[in-house]
């Protein structure tokens, strides 16, 4: 079974540019999370879709972060304009439904913003 | 505010050791509570507990709740080279009518196993 795919693997970019990462779950999975990990911290949610519907941006900056799933599969995560602080390491996990606890990360892609 | 904490931060032991890595919780809602070993890639799902003192095994490992005393604990027994890794303990939580909302991470242990 093919895990969660992300791209681009690495980016660095200088501030107040825009980055765009993609992301392609399992198949079949219903539930995809973004999470952003900051070096030496534990991942945080920005947003959690349940096929193409949002169930919880909370966390997400939406000055300059926004997300999208249009076709409940695939998604992608924008980031415009970038700051220093915005260096992390972005995962991508999906779940088969939404009452499952099991999270399948993909491998990240990781921001430098210089 | 949710918070989930992990002890210690970081670790160094030598093969053969057994350790145990704590996580404790403070969250409203708690659905349940999963430990997740991250390498230098993806974290990897270890465990999801969800009922106090069931002990959960796989292998050299094993963990169980305590949701009276809110913490978990996961053993790695005759440690090897290879769970050198860092080891993530998070906390799902139960939205509205009960389906499974955001999982709160802690900052995770670190555990460096020596030859």
């Known amino acids: 079974e093919a895990g969660v795919a992300q791209s681009p693997r690495y980016k660095i970019i200088e501030k107040r540019q825009s980055v765009a990462f993609w992301c392609n779950p399992i198949?079949?999975?219903?539930?995809l999370y973004w999470y952003q990990q900051i070096l030496g911290q534990g991942p945080k949610l920005l947003i959690q879709?349940?096929?193409?519907?949002?169930?919880?941006d909370s966390q997400l900056p939406k000055d300059r972060f926004s997300a999208e799933r249009l076709k409940g599969v695939d998604s992608t995560l924008k980031i415009q304009p970038a700051k220093l602080e915005d260096s992390a390491v972005y995962l991508c996990?999906?779940?088969?439904?939404?009452?499952?606890?099991?999270?399948?990360f993909g491998e990240g892609s990781r921001l430098t913003v210089l | 505010e949710d918070k989930v904490v992990q002890s210690p931060l970081s670790l160094v032991v030598h093969e053969g050791d057994t350790v145990t890595l704590n996580c404790s919780y403070e969250?409203?809602?708690?659905?349940?509570l999963l430990w997740y070993k991250q390498e230098k890639k993806a974290p990897t799902f270890l465990f999801m507990l969800?009922?106090?003192?069931i002990e959960k095994k796989s292998g050299r490992l094993s963990s169980i709740l305590d949701k009276k005393e809110l913490f978990s604990i996961l053993n790695i027994t005759a440690t090897q080279t290879g769970d050198s890794a860092v080891y993530l303990c998070?906390?799902?939580?139960?939205?509205?009518?009960?389906?499974?909302?955001?999982?709160?991470f802690g900052k995770g242990t670190k555990l460096s196993v020596k030859p």
């Open positions: 969250v409203t809602n708690f659905r349940s």
């Open positions: 998070a906390v799902s939580l139960m939205n509205y009518g009960g389906s499974q909302g955001n999982l709160i």
């Open positions: 879709f349940q096929n193409n519907g949002v169930v919880d």
């Open positions: 969800t009922s106090s003192g």
């Open positions: 996990a999906s779940s088969l439904g939404f009452n499952t606890g099991e999270l399948f």
């Open positions: 198949s079949g999975h219903a539930t």
